[in-house]
């Protein structure tokens, strides 16, 4: 049984430039959050999808842009890097948007030059 | 919105020790509080717990309490291990028919030592 899958793992990118991360959710389920993780910080939450929309969006600018695939799959897009996006972006998945427990993948390690 | 804050930010247990671990949140319709433990380099795993209708959950060596008055969570770890040693995070959630968005604390480095 699949877990939740990311790619890529890492990526560095230079400052004004624009990133598409990817996520597979576990097998099973079907909505699909972003979190950013800053270095020492705990998880901040970006969006989450069901049904192919979004359903919640946490305190981020507009340059971060998301979507969810039939088969559940997500990516979240962002335009217009700044060197405070670097961290590492987890992709956690549910089974419905009220069920509790999320399974978290292990995310991708974004570098902004 | 919602706001939680987690202590201490490191904790250092000789092995065999209890460890506690304490958060507080803000939002009073938070209904829902994990705990996940983040070893280096790996993802979140969540370790246990907590609906706002229940007082405390075990689970082996490990017990969430909370209490609704106070608006405080805590994370009890008996007979520690060394591979307890990682960050462990709190997380509180008001989960509705429109999703579930966790707002996490700041992480706890626990360090078990032999």
């Known amino acids: 049984d699949a877990g939740v899958t990311q790619s890529p793992t890492h990526l560095i990118k230079t400052r004004g430039q624009q990133v598409t991360l990817r996520c597979s959710p576990k097998?099973?389920?079907?909505?699909v959050s972003w979190y950013q993780q800053a270095l020492g910080q705990g998880p901040q939450f970006i969006f989450q999808y069901y049904e192919e929309e979004e359903r919640q969006r946490g305190n981020f600018p507009d340059r971060f842009s998301g979507h969810q695939f039939p088969n559940y799959s997500s990516e979240l897009n962002v335009n217009a890097l700044l060197l405070g996006d670097s961290a590492l972006y987890l992709c956690?998945?549910?089974?419905?948007?009220?069920?509790?427990?999320?399974?978290f993948g292990s995310g991708t390690q974004l570098s902004v030059l | 919105g919602e706001n939680v804050e987690q202590h201490p930010s490191t904790l250092s247990v000789q092995e065999g020790d209890s460890a506690v671990i304490k958060c507080t949140y803000s939002d009073s319709a938070s209904n829902y509080f994990p705990w996940y433990k983040q070893e280096l380099g790996k993802r979140p795993q969540l370790i246990i717990d907590i609906r706002s209708n229940v007082g405390e959950k075990k689970d082996q060596r490990i017990a969430v309490t909370l209490n609704k008055t106070a608006k405080h969570f805590s994370l009890h770890i008996t007979e520690t291990q060394p591979e307890d040693s990682a960050v462990y995070f709190c997380a509180a959630s008001r989960i509705t028919g429109g999703g579930n968005k966790l707002t996490f604390g700041t992480g706890t480095q626990l360090k078990v030592e032999l």
């Open positions: 956690a998945s549910s089974l419905g948007t009220t069920n509790e427990k999320l399974f």
């Open positions: 097998s099973g389920h079907d909505t």
